[in-house]
């Protein structure tokens, strides 16, 4: 089982609306995301890597995500 839920997105009006059409565009794309590859809270997550400068999952064995500041991810990459 997964280290941590996936999450349930909570959806902010401020974010969406008044804050900026680059923030809102971001968050549009990322539901998109969750939906085309039916990303849902309890989808299953491997957490690859979660160190201070990097973290990498992966959810549903479908969806690689990469935070963090460091840009070498090594064999992290998907393939």
Known sequence: P???PT???CLFYD??????PELSTT???LVKLRQRN???SDSH????CAEKDMYVARIGN?????MGPRHDM???LPK
Do not use: M, Y
């Not at 997550?45 to 690859?48: K, M």
């Open 62 to 66: 479908r969806v690689t995500i990469k």
């Open 2 to 4: 997964p280290l941590h």
């Open 45 to 48: 997550l491997d957490i690859l």
């Open 27 to 29: 968050i549009t794309d």
């Open 7 to 9: 999450g349930v997105p």
């Open 38 to 40: 039916a990303i849902h």
């Open 74 to 76: 090594g064999e992290l």
């Open 15 to 20: 974010h969406l609306f008044t804050w900026g």
